[in-house]
């Protein structure tokens, strides 16, 4: 149990388009979901916080606008690169806390997303 | 939240075991201490989860002194598959967002 996938795996994409990457819990439901980008060799930095119904809570110094969150199910939640850019090329990856979980700190990853833009 | 401190690499060898000490010297009283495990473009994994003394799975243990102020993943004959990067977090149950520090990579020789 406490599946998360992530799709697309992989995504390559032109400069200036704009790239949706989805995350969903299989086998639970997450009203809370986070965001996590990953640069080559270093740690995961979160991006924003997702609640189901409400808008993100974004990190200091991510753009709320560039970085689209949409949570609008208990499974669900989305992230849209728009006007994506060659430095928006990471690994992006999604956590969800199982709703109810007497583990208030328990999350479960995807397994990520590879964006690379040319 | 506690910022943890832990090596950057280590590297050992088959049948080995390891440990990887992590330093929370700013621990909260409600903090808990969780180690997750990534493979290269893997989301990482959840290892163990403790709050005091000792924690034992069929992976790891986990050893938290008296102050809590580290703690120590021990992971007990590593295998070549065990090479991968280790992450200390520390964070309360309420359910806040975790914070990754700068992670330990761990690489298992022949």
């Known amino acids: 149990g406490a599946v998360v996938s992530q799709h697309p795996s992989w995504v390559i994409c032109k400069s200036g388009t704009s790239v949706k990457i989805e995350c969903r819990s299989l086998?639970?439901?997450?009203?809370?979901m986070f965001w996590y980008r990953q640069f080559p060799k270093q740690s995961l930095m979160l991006m924003a916080t997702s609640n189901e119904g409400s808008k993100a809570t974004y990190e200091q110094g991510v753009e709320k606008d560039k970085f689209l969150i949409n949570h609008a199910s208990l499974t669900l939640s989305t992230l849209t690169v728009t006007s994506a850019h060659p430095e928006d090329s990471s690994f992006y990856i999604c956590?969800?806390?199982?709703?109810?979980?007497?583990?208030?700190?328990?999350?479960?990853f995807g397994p990520g997303t590879r964006l690379t833009v040319l | 939240l506690a910022k943890t401190t832990q090596p950057i690499s280590m590297d050992s060898y088959e049948g080995q075991e390891v440990n990887i000490t992590c330093s929370h010297n700013?621990?909260?009283?409600?903090?808990?201490i969780t180690w997750y495990q990534q493979f290269p473009s893997q989301g990482p994994r959840f290892i163990i989860q403790?709050?005091?003394t000792k924690v034992t799975n069929e992976v790891a243990s986990l050893f938290i002194p008296a102050d809590r102020k580290s703690s120590t993943l021990s992971l007990p004959r590593v295998s070549l598959s065990d090479t991968a990067v280790y992450y200390c977090?520390?964070?309360?149950?309420?359910?806040?967002?975790?914070?990754f520090g700068g992670g330990t990579r761990l690489m298992v020789k022949p």
């Open positions: 700013n621990i909260a009283t409600n903090d808990y």
């Open positions: 956590s969800a806390r199982p709703y109810g979980s007497p583990k208030g700190n328990e999350q479960f």
């Open positions: 403790g709050y005091k």
């Open positions: 086998d639970f439901q997450a009203t809370t």
């Open positions: 977090l520390v964070n309360n149950n309420a359910g806040n967002m975790l914070t």
